[in-house]
């Protein structure tokens, strides 16, 4: 259990990560201490938050991962183009109007960037963000391009009175995605009192920024109008989400098989849920936020409520943690792939258990046994 609620942060109180660690193997990366070309986005780190670094990440190619899920690259394909991004590090106060410049435009800015010295490999991975493998000291720095500012993010963005809750809703509402508004925050565009945030923070603040206006919505919708499968895998990772009529609930359970990255030998599971209102963060951590982002952007789609089990199994397939995006983009595809209607919740409970391969996850769910046993003024 420990090793899947750490997923190598370090609190084992090792000095590395020991299932990290055959990451950490230097690649042939040619020295320099400049780079011309593309900057397709931003980074801060947090540590020592407040006062944290920050830069641009540059690669000539993109820092979408739905452009990587569209091209059909494999875990092997994304962790060799991380490796040779280069997350550009410098203090944020005097590279911010640079890094809103990036984070504002839709498309990707070149910049060129002269570093202190030769930059360095330093493949890190985690369970939020997506790796970057190479770091170097900006000594200067300089946009050459314009920023192509959406006619939404600039309302957004310059409405210093819209608060940052409200304007993640606004913006996503507007079709803006998820990831140009983290990118957003992330660079101190959003909000009446504005800072940098930390990236690994932003991610998971959008989705539940987001998600929480949206089940707000769902909440005053008619409910479905019968039990609903989905099923989606990507990377290793496979989802089920069962759909139930009824008023707002969402429950999540998370299965890291015996050989997966964070089984540690043996099979560990864990769950969270909440109703209309959740306190405390998800010991699921970004994962949760993720998937329930991607199933409330497809209950706010056909306006309906429902009762939502997820269900996430990690195999050994998912050999490199990637981020939490792609928890997210798994749901996504379920979501907007087939569904299967069921006749009850019984056989919607059999149907959940063939696709992700066990029923043994049933014991961990609150969820099932409220359904089974309570009656709601949807039953009559």
Same mark, same amino acid.
């Given at each position: 259990?420990r090793c899947?609620?750490?997923k190598?942060?370090?609190?084992c109180g ?9 990451f950490y193997?230097? @690649?042939?990366?040619?020295p320099? +201490?400049?780079y011309q070309?593309? %900057?397709? $986005?931003?980074?801060v780190? /947090?540590?020592?938050?407040p ?5 641009p990440?540059?690669?000539n ?11 059909g ?7 060799g183009?991380?490796?040779?991004t280069i997350r ?6 005097g590279l911010?109007?640079n890094l809103?410049e990036?984070a504002l435009s ?8 002269r570093f ?9 991975f985690d ?6 493998g ?5 000594r200067?720095?300089d946009v @050459?391009?314009?920023?192509?500012? +959406?006619?939404?993010?600039?309302? %957004?963005? $310059?409405d210093?009175?819209? /608060?940052?809750?409200?304007?993640c ?9 998820v990831?140009q508004i ?5 660079a ?5 009192k504005?800072?940098v945030?930390?990236t690994r923070?932003?991610i ?6 987001v998600s929480?206006?949206l089940?707000?919505?769902?909440a005053r ?5 019968g039990?609903?499968v989905?099923?989606?895998?990507l990377?290793?990772n ?7 009529p ?7 359970i998370?299965?890291?098989?015996k050989?997966?990255l964070?089984?540690d030998?043996s ?5 969270d849920?909440?109703g209309?209102t959740?306190?405390g ?6 994962a949760y936020?993720s998937?329930r982002?991607a199933?409330?952007?497809y ?8 009762r ?7 195999t050994?397939?998912y050999?490199?943690p ?7 983009e ?7 792939g087939?569904?299967t209607?069921?006749?009850d ?8 258990s063939r696709?992700?391969?066990f029923?043994?996850?049933r014991?961990y769910?609150r969820?099932?046994p ?8 949807f039953?009559f």
């Amino acid at each position: 259990m420990r090793c899947a609620e750490c997923k190598g942060k370090g609190l084992c109180g090792l000095p590395r990560c020991p299932i990290m660690s055959r990451f950490y193997a230097q @690649l042939p990366v040619l020295p320099t +201490d400049h780079y011309q070309g593309s %900057a397709p $986005s931003v980074f801060v780190g /947090s540590y020592g938050y407040p006062k944290v670094a920050g830069g641009p990440l540059m690669i000539n190619d993109a820092d979408h991962p739905p452009d990587w899920v569209a091209r059909g690259l494999g875990i092997d394909d994304i962790v060799g183009l991380r490796a040779r991004t280069i997350r550009g590090a410098g203090e944020v106060k005097g590279l911010a109007g640079n890094l809103q410049e990036i984070a504002l435009s839709s498309q990707p800015l070149d910049v060129e960037v002269r570093f202190v010295k030769p930059v360095a490999f330093d493949l890190r991975f985690d369970g939020t963000i997506a790796p970057v493998g190479l770091t170097g000291a900006i000594r200067k720095m300089d946009v @050459l391009d314009n920023a192509r500012v +959406d006619r939404a993010v600039d309302r %957004a963005t $310059s409405d210093t009175d819209l /608060s940052a809750t409200d304007a993640c809703d606004i913006l996503h509402t507007s079709g803006t995605d998820v990831y140009q508004i983290t990118q957003l925050l992330t660079a101190g565009l959003l909000g009446r009192k504005r800072h940098v945030v930390p990236t690994r923070w932003a991610i998971t603040a959008v989705d539940d920024t987001v998600s929480n206006r949206l089940k707000k919505r769902i909440a005053r919708y008619s409910p479905l109008d019968g039990i609903q499968v989905f099923s989606a895998s990507l990377y290793g990772n496979h989802i089920v989400c069962l759909l139930v009529p009824g008023d707002w609930k969402f429950e999540m359970i998370e299965v890291w098989g015996k050989q997966s990255l964070w089984g540690d030998g043996s099979e560990t599971i864990a769950r969270d849920g909440e109703g209309l209102t959740k306190s405390g963060y998800s010991p699921l951590a970004g994962a949760y936020y993720s998937a329930r982002l991607a199933v409330t952007e497809y209950l706010e789609s056909i306006r309906r409520s429902a009762r939502v089990l997820v269900l996430r199994n990690v195999t050994s397939d998912y050999w490199a943690p990637l981020g939490t995006w792609v928890v997210r983009e798994a749901t996504r595809n379920a979501m907007r792939g087939q569904k299967t209607p069921c006749a009850d919740l019984n056989e919607g409970i059999e149907l959940a258990s063939r696709l992700i391969g066990f029923s043994h996850w049933r014991p961990y769910s609150r969820l099932i046994p409220e359904l089974v046993t309570q009656k709601t003024l949807f039953d009559f």
